[in-house]
C-alpha cells in the first residue's frame, strides 16, 4: 500500500512516517517507480513505534521494541525491562518537575504582583548566586 495510505490507517502524518523510514525504523519494500510499498507487516510496526512514542519511549529505545518484535524467540522479561526503565525515566522526570513547580511557587508568593515595578521573581531570576 502507498504512504498515504498507510498514514491514513495509522492516524499519523506521512513526514513521520518517511523519517521513521528514513532512519530505518521501518523498511518498506520500494516499488519500480521508487515509491515505498507498506504491507501489514510495516504497518504493526508503524503502530508499534507510535503508540511507543506516545509513552515517551525515544528513538533508540523504539528501534530496540521493533527488533523485540520481530525477533520471536524474544524473552518477555527483555520487554518489560525497557518498560520499566521508562517508569523509572518517568517518576525521575515527575520528581524534577515538581521540584520546579515548588520552587516557582515559592518565588511567585515572594512577589507583590501589585502596580509597583519592583517584580521579586524577576530580581530572583536575574539573581547571580
Do not use: H, W
Not at 15 to 30: A, C, E, M, T, V
Request: charged fraction near 30%; glycine fraction near 4%; charge should be positive.
Amino acid at each position: 500500500m502507498k504512504i498515504s495510505e498507510a498514514a491514513s490507517k495509522i492516524k499519523v502524518p506521512i513526514k513521520k512516517i518517511r523519517y521513521y523510514s528514513d532512519i530505518g525504523l521501518i523498511r518498506p519494500s520500494r516499488v519500480n517507480n521508487g515509491y515505498r510499498d507498506f504491507t501489514e507487516s510495516d504497518l504493526i510496526k508503524l503502530q508499534l513505534i507510535v503508540k511507543s512514542r506516545s509513552f515517551g519511549f525515544s528513538i533508540k529505545e523504539c528501534s530496540t521494541l521493533v527488533k523485540l518484535f520481530e525477533n520471536k524467540s524474544r524473552y518477555s522479561k527483555d520487554v518489560k525491562k525497557i518498560a520499566v526503565l521508562k517508569i523509572t525515566d518517568i517518576e525521575k522526570k515527575i520528581k524534577s518537575l515538581n521540584m520546579l513547580k515548588k520552587n516557582l511557587q515559592k518565588i511567585s508568593n515572594q512577589c507583590k504582583g501589585n502596580n509597583n515595578s519592583n517584580c521579586s521573581i524577576l530580581d530572583n531570576l536575574t539573581s547571580i548566586s
